[in-house]
């Protein structure tokens, strides 16, 4: 690993900034407070700002406004209704159940609603406790509403000075992960390359692309700036967004059988020099992605020009050497590859460039396609909660198990004296989520980083007595805290207990040993709790909902083939539907991902058929890759090669598309088709294949063969593709079939 490089993209980057901004939210009014000796009256101000920040998730600004406004007025309402009712058990205990049940299944109207409904069970648990009792209930709330609305004229001031800065963030970090995609796909070509290990980790970043392209399609595409006031700024930040996912389409063309490229090429360097050049790209994406996070013009670290001139060479070398009769159809792969490879070093070329926000480069740049049609509109429909009034719905199952959850940890903070019991809930509300794999993996993170940051605290409190120093260590824990809240909970759940010590012992300095007993104890109990409420109430298990992400991505998959394949049989989609249908394929698969990876962290018995399930998604992902080779022929070749005798190989592949479907939704028995052996178009490869190795067999130079080895090589390639997504959906075919013949008898790992 590179750390410097990580180092850079982490100070650059969205999850820093983010932290900076939400500890000066809090900090800002408790320094204020400090100095007037108002702070431990007052403590709800700096509190409710800690709380309105958290809900402060990217998106559109009025997005992001109208959240925090939401925000405020629940956290206002919910601590007035829990301030008169703290002394009163019984009915906090129907509180629970009512706020439990209802901010948690908010959650169903999307992330931003989602997090307004935790911040506010979260106000409720803090309220609940006496500890922030002063002289009114009202004046409690208003403080916390003050706090609020301070963070929020705060977050607005910054986004004004930098409206564009979250955009570049995001772009910038999906980017990143765009080259780490990148270099995995040059492991492939290297000697003795671990498939599985490439294809898993490919899987991964699949996922973590999808979701920041997900992201910002809701930032772009629904932020007024740049549909339809773009700037020199905005247009060019569209424009990149754009050519990011073509690029991440003509990365995905480049999937190969690399078994038989290996056994054919591993005598030559080839294959490595191709893994050293996407590599080098790799790097360069790497480095544009850095400066979009920071605002400044990338710098090329390799003249890319000379790079794919060494490549080239090397191809053409090994090509007048290897070239025969017999060796046409590798050659022919090789030069596909390098096809790629010099496609995507004019992409990264072009994206260097724009890094520049050069107004000329943003004037040619037009929006071909309808940008409403690739985001969806959410509407705050009482009938979407009303539908998941039901234990089929896993949101309810969710909401249920955070309820009994924190009736329990309620229970018992009322039964034994712990002396922040508050802190059970508070735990237990965090931990719990839809999956099981995130809540258990976020349990165990939350006991070590409580432990972990207890023994820093501690240390830091007997061994250094300067309190301006624990100031600095305080600030210094709140950013990493909330800096790395999204991305390793266990740092975050560390250094929150590093702050929280640390600010109880600027209130009293003689408590802190107590308070710290207190936060293991009632992290421990709300752990235990957490983890026997997650899997044994409700429960909710991924293989429940594999069987209709299965569905979607062939669904999604026969569309983007359809279009592209529509292409060679005379018909020309749209550019708006082409677009369309390739985002639902590539969300589909980000969603089927995803669903594996955390079945692989659920229980053994929880899971069967798992060895099925990986098969799928593995198919599924190649299948979807080689629909994207055949994709980009379709906008390049289409009108060169269209011909009706592709027709039988599409009707072949559409028929395997619907058989797999029928068979998914009715368990019906169907027969499992391979495409035929002679169809027309195979005929004219053929004849081409004699054509040129005839040409070969003649002597004849690179220069009386050109026309026929351009033909060759781009119907081969597109007829490979339409044979390779054939293959892959019959493959697909027979997976189902098991799937549905076998009973769930169990793991088969």
């Known amino acids: 690993m590179d750390y410097t490089r990580e180092f850079r993209k ?21 320094v204020v407070l400090y100095h007037f000796d108002l702070l431990a009256a007052w403590m709800a101000m700096p509190l409710g700002a800690l709380c309105v920040s958290l809900t402060d998730n990217p998106g559109p600004p009025h997005h992001r406004k109208n959240g925090l406004i939401a925000s405020i007025l629940i956290n206002f309402v919910v601590a007035i209704i829990t301030g008169f009712s703290r002394e009163l058990p019984w009915l906090l205990g129907v509180e629970i159940v009512v706020f439990g049940m209802f901010f948690t299944l908010i959650g169903v109207y999307g992330t931003r609603i989602s997090s307004i409904g935790l911040i506010a069970l979260l106000v409720f648990i803090f309220n609940v406790d006496s500890h922030l009792q002063s002289h009114s209930i009202w004046w409690d709330a208003l403080l916390f509403a003050a706090g609020g609305t301070w963070y929020a004229f705060l977050s607005m001031v910054l986004y004004n000075l930098r409206p564009f800065l979250h955009i570049q963030q995001l772009m910038g970090e999906c980017l990143i992960d765009m080259s780490t995609y990148l270099r995995i796909k040059s492991g492939f070509y290297k000697l003795e390359p671990d498939y599985e290990h490439l294809n898993t980790e490919l899987m991964r970043y699949q996922v973590l692309i999808q979701q920041h392209h997900t992201d910002l399609r809701e930032m772009l595409f629904k932020s007024r700036q740049f549909v339809s006031e773009s700037t020199t700024k905005s247009r060019t930040l569209m424009m990149m967004f754009l050519d990011s ?8 063309t480049s999937q190969q059988d690399y078994t038989s490229l290996h056994e054919e090429f591993d005598n030559s360097d080839i294959l490595e020099d191709y893994a050293w050049m996407i590599a080098a790209l790799a790097d360069e994406l790497h480095e544009i992605g850095l400066a979009v996070q920071s605002g400044t013009a990338s710098k090329s670290k390799n003249d890319l020009d000379a790079l794919l001139k060494v490549t080239m060479d ?58 409403n049609q690739f985001v969806t509109r959410s509407e705050l429909d009482p009938k979407i909660l009303l539908a998941n009034l039901s234990l089929k719905s896993a949101s309810f199952r969710h909401a249920a198990r955070v309820t009994v959850a924190l009736m329990i940890g309620y229970i018992i903070s009322l039964f034994f004296t712990l002396g922040h ?10 931990i719990i989520k839809p999956a099981y794999s995130i809540s258990r993996k976020r349990n165990l993170q939350r006991l070590a980083g409580t432990l972990i940051g207890g023994v820093v605290g501690m240390a830091i409190l007997i061994y250094v007595h300067d309190r301006t120093a624990w100031l600095v260590f305080m600030l210094l824990a709140m950013i990493i805290s909330y800096s790395f809240l999204k991305l390793q909970y266990l740092v975050a759940s560390a250094c929150i207990t590093i702050y929280v010590l640390l600010s109880f012992a600027f209130l009293n300095p003689a408590g802190y040993e107590a308070v710290l007993h207190d936060r293991v104890l009632d992290t421990f109990i709300g752990s235990v709790v957490a983890f026997i409420v997650a899997q044994f109430v409700l429960p909710t298990w991924e293989q429940e909902q594999v069987t209709t992400l299965m569905l979607e991505a062939l669904q999604n998959n026969r569309s983007y083939f359809d279009a592209a394949a529509e292409c060679f049989t005379g018909k020309q989609p749209d550019v708006t539907t082409f677009k369309l249908v390739r985002k639902n394929a590539f969300v589909a698969l980000a969603n089927l991902s995803d669903n594996l990876q955390r079945m692989l962290s659920e229980p053994k018995d929880k899971r069967p058929k798992l060895k099925h399930y990986h098969q799928f998604v593995a198919t599924s992902h190649m299948l979807t890759s080689h629909i994207a080779a055949l994709s980009y022929y379709a906008q390049r070749n289409a009108a060169q090669y269209e011909s009706q005798e592709f027709q039988p190989l599409v009707q072949q592949v559409d028929l395997q598309f619907r058989q797999s479907i029928e068979l998914l939704q009715h368990h019906r028995s169907v027969e499992v088709l391979n495409v035929a052996a002679k169809l027309p178009i195979s005929d004219k490869i053929q004849q081409l294949m004699d054509i040129r190795r005839k040409e070969l067999e003649s002597g004849g130079t690179e220069d009386d063969g050109a026309a026929t080895r351009k033909t ?30 076998e009973q769930p008898d169990g793991d088969n790992d």
């Open 314 to 371: 090397h191809f053409f070398e090994l090509r007048k050497k290897y070239l025969n009769p017999n060796t046409i159809e590798g050659v022919i792969k090789l030069r596909q590859i390098l096809y790629s490879i010099q496609d995507i070093t004019e992409r990264i070329k072009r994206l260097h460039a724009a890094t520049a926000f050069d107004k000329r480069i943003a004037r040619q740049f037009k929006v071909q396609e309808d940008v």
């Open 10 to 30: 982490f100070i650059t980057g969205q999850y820093l900034h983010s932290g900076i901004r939400i500890t000066a939210g809090a900090v800002i009014p408790a």
């Open 245 to 252: 996912i073509d690029l991440l389409e003509r990365v995905m």
């Open 421 to 430: 019991g508050y802190w059970i809930l508070l735990t237990i509300v965090t």
């Open 712 to 741: 060759l090589s781009d119907m081969k390639t597109i007829t490979d593709s339409f044979e390779l997504i054939s293959t892959m959906t019959v493959d697909q075919l027979r997976i189902i079939q098991k799937l549905v013949s």
